[in-house]
């Protein structure tokens, strides 16, 4: 199934004050031009609480994100997404959920890792980005060697990197470049079916694709 057509659903534009509350916008333009004038993306800024972030890279509709928030309310969770249908879901979903310790940023998550101050998270998660190993695409993959190195910069001394893909070649890839870094200690890799976690998950069990994960801590 392509992954584009994943994005294809309907989605109800959340009322004023439930974007004001879950969703915070960062322009591609600002974040270029101007990162120093906008806000840092910190639990700070985010929540009023001086505490570190686990950060979804990737939050989709946020069933994932907002499951974890509710699992553990006595953390903090920020959900990067661009797709604007995705957004809107990930912030009804939270509103329905009554959480207050999830929000979402809608921006080019390789732009607004500029904006994330050193050590502002303790645990970051990939989930399922699309694999790009064509070389006509690699422009366009999330997960480069300068993305590494902002994940590496935000993530407090021995904070947890979570790595998920369905695609084997893809996979195979990205723990070269982690363990080639110098960053990262893998912690752990398991390849398994686990119940769908993430809808993306949901999807390629169901068409008996396991799951690959690598847990990698910083070092």
């Known amino acids: ?3 584009l057509k994943l994005q294809r659903f309907r989605a109800s534009e959340p009322p004023d004050h439930v974007q004001a509350r879950y969703i915070r916008v960062y322009k591609g333009r600002d974040l270029h031009y101007h990162p120093e004038a906008l806000p840092p993306i910190s639990a700070a800024t985010l929540f009023g609480v001086s505490a570190p ?3 979804d890279l990737g939050c989709g509709r946020g069933e994932f994100l907002v499951g974890q928030a509710q699992a553990q309310p006595d953390r903090y ?3 990067f997404e661009w797709h604007i249908k995705s957004v809107w879901d ?3 979903r939270a509103h329905a959920a009554g959480l207050d310790n999830v929000r979402i940023v809608r921006a080019d998550l390789r732009l607004a890792l500029r904006v994330v101050p050193d050590g502002a998270a303790d645990e970051v998660l990939m989930l399922f ?3 790009k190993l064509a070389r006509s695409e690699r422009k366009d993959d999330l997960l480069s060697e300068p993305l590494l ?3 590496h910069r935000i993530l407090l001394p021995g904070g947890l990197f979570h790595f998920v893909t369905d695609h084997a070649a893809y996979f195979a890839t990205k723990r070269a470049l982690i ?3 110098g960053l990262f200690a893998v912690q752990g890799e398991s390849s398994a079916f686990e119940g769908g976690l993430t809808r993306f998950q949901r999807i390629w069990e169901a068409m008996s ?3 690959r994960r690598l847990e990698c801590r910083r070092i």
């Open 129 to 131: 980005p699309p694999p």
């Open 1 to 3: 199934m392509a992954r």
């Open 77 to 79: 969770f920020a959900g």
């Open 209 to 211: 694709i396991a799951s």
């Open 149 to 151: 190195r902002h994940i």
């Open 90 to 92: 990930a912030a009804n």
């Open 179 to 181: 363990e080639g870094g």
């Open 53 to 55: 972030l686990v950060l």
